[in-house]
């Protein structure tokens, strides 16, 4: 049987440019469908983007244009965006295609007939920018005296007709679905988080699920006075992608998700509404669900009214793809909050990618070019000082494997670093190049130790920074169809002629103003 994996990040809102939080999301989704395409996997890595709503009906208003246009560009934007940060999605979903209206109104169509829809009116709090309705006790009041939501977004009070979804029969099923599946939901603060609420003495309620004071959403069937709350039609994308409703076709398979990737801010509605959606349409349930931090830009919350919003694009074209995508995810935990600086993403690509990485690569390189006839050197009888290096490197695989099947992008990468100290010490202790005028035999070995362990630093690093290491393997002589994780169980043979070596990453230096 066919390992497959699939793999989603939210779609986005289209009411705005994409910035680094955008990116983020997308780059570590990115390396989880690499490592497991690594792997073998048969992966479907989806992203795309959330059009519908009235956030995104204002903003087309807002810039002179109708909606259908508006998103077309911005949608368009977006999915540049992944190309430009070298994003190996299989799939970019656009929730106003035709094919997503039909699968959206099948999903309706199948709850209406369980009797989980009826009709009744919502009358309460709604934020436009959350795309949320909030309860009485939920908001706080601001320095101007006017209640907000705690996300800080302004709320308004609305009565209207609408239909609701029977959520509240799901309360007790969600809570014994969670506790029955430790790994669910991660982190595992946040799981507790979401049993927390599912527990409070109110309970789930029932969830207003259409709305009728503005036209821009997936026609409710039946009744074309209402269009559906986006979040509905937004969840319902992961289903389109693989053909629903026809669970007959090709991509049915990957069905259940084996992960969506989200937000901190936008776990509730995967982790609560989704699921509970899923059970009331007697669907599978994702199997993981994992919500990562938010990025704050110098210490301070990133918004447009600050002016501190980071373009991605901007970063990649000062400090190139690969260092950027290897800050994000080595700066901070994955799952908690992480702060962006300048000054913090040119040291760790001057320290760790052009110091640590850089130079063990190129001084090892370099020295057989001129030392080793440019070719794989002979492997010889192993010292203890060899023996344990190896194993740091036999076990680096595992390590990085696993930390990645858990979502610790951080753990993945602070195990490929000490294991490049240890390169790096290696050289440095055992020192061909005075070995290369008592003990050439010895010297080979040496030099064979570290190209062993360089190609699987390199090989593991490549769902992180793919284009730097395929260069780095190109040097290693490693061959291009060569490179998945069940290669390394064969070695470079001896021999094999090695490219002229070239730098892969150069130090930054500040532009003289
Ligand atoms: N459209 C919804 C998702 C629907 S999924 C069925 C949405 N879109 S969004 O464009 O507002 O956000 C998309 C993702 O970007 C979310 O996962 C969100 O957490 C993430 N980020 C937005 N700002 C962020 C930071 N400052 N830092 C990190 N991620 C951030 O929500």
Redo the contacts with the bound molecule.
Sequence with gaps: MSKHFYLT?????VNGAP????A??MIAADVLARWKRLDGYEVFFLTGT?EHGQKVEKAAADAGKAPQLFTDEVSAVFADIARQMNISNDAFIRTTEDRHKRASKALWEKLQAGGHIYLGGYEGWYSVRD?SFYDEAELIVNANGEKIATTGAPVEYVTEPSYFFRMSAFGQKLIDYIEANPDFIGPKERRNEVLGFLKSPEGLKDLSISRTSFRWGVPVPGDDAHVMY??ID??T??LTAIGYPDTDGPLWKFWPADLH??????LR??AVIWPALLMAAELPLPKRVFA?????IEGE??SKSIGNVIDPRELAETFGVDPLRFFLLRETTFGS??DYSRASLIRRMNVELANDLGNLAQRTLSFIAKNAGAVMPSRGAETPEDQALASLRDALIKHVGDAISRQAFHEALESVWVTIRAGNAYIDQQAPWTLRKTDMVRMEAVLANLLDLLRVVASVLQPFMPDSMSKMLDQLGVAANARQLADLATPIATGTPLPAPAGVFPRFVEPEA
């Design positions: 990040t939210p779609i986005f809102y910035h680094i939080g955008h983020y999301t959330d795309e986006v979040w937004a969840l994308n992961y990737l989200v937000g901190k801010d936008i509605f995967h990562h931090g938010w990025w704050t919350k990133m909050d992480g």
